[in-house]
């Protein structure tokens, strides 16, 4: 059977919503790094500006995107990158975006890494900013593919689960939230998708 065209990915920023003027400027954020986990592969990669070239190659094998917010945060300020490849067109699954449909509202990924897989993520994306004006890029590597790793697992949770769960802002505890996820559903459909 051939290796699963599924990849989970997650960036870090150079910049703040603050330093480009608010939340509609995504574009102007800039880049520092993207992690990703390549199923076909087996590995993490990290990706600094001067690699977007491989980043892109992978890309245009169009894989199916696992992610957190990638349809309205990180494939926004990513495209800016590709002028010629359209993010929004790459099969994916955003998590956020389905918890949005489930719940009606948004949670953190930190809220459902701790109440899901009982761990917490590494820092803040503040931190991941501070990392990279400091040049302290092996931290900021530790930090994006810490990331990367904690929604991959949140991913293969739901996928044989059915459902993850999340910690309740208003102090009621672990709350479940239902998912339809099929790691093999993703890679049949994937498979499908690279027929055409």
Not at 125 to 130: C, E, M, T, V, W
Request: charged share 30%.
């Amino acid at each position: 059977m051939p290796k699963p065209n599924i990849i989970v990915l997650d960036l870090e920023t150079k910049k703040t919503f603050e330093d480009v003027g608010g939340r509609n400027n995504l574009g102007a954020l800039g880049v520092s790094m993207v992690g990703v986990y390549s199923y076909r592969h087996r590995e993490y990669q990290a990706y600094f500006e001067e690699e977007f070239p491989k980043l892109l190659s992978l890309l245009s094998q169009k894989p199916m995107v696992i992610g957190f917010n990638q349809r309205r945060f990180d494939f926004p300020v990513l495209q800016a990158y590709f002028k010629d490849f359209d993010l929004q067109k790459l099969p994916m699954v955003d998590i956020l975006e389905d918890l949005l449909k489930t719940l009606g509202h948004r949670v953190s990924l930190d809220s459902v890494a701790q109440a899901t897989l009982g761990t917490r993520k590494s820092g803040h994306g503040l931190d991941a900013i501070r990392y990279w004006n400091r040049k302290e890029l092996d931290k900021l590597k530790k930090y994006c593919l810490d990331d990367v790793r904690i929604t991959k697992e949140i991913f293969e949770f739901g996928a044989k689960a059915g459902e993850i769960f999340f910690t309740d802002k208003f102090g009621r505890g672990k709350r479940p939230a239902k998912v339809k996820w099929e790691l093999a559903a993703e890679e049949e459909k994937q498979q499908q998708i690279n027929l055409f």
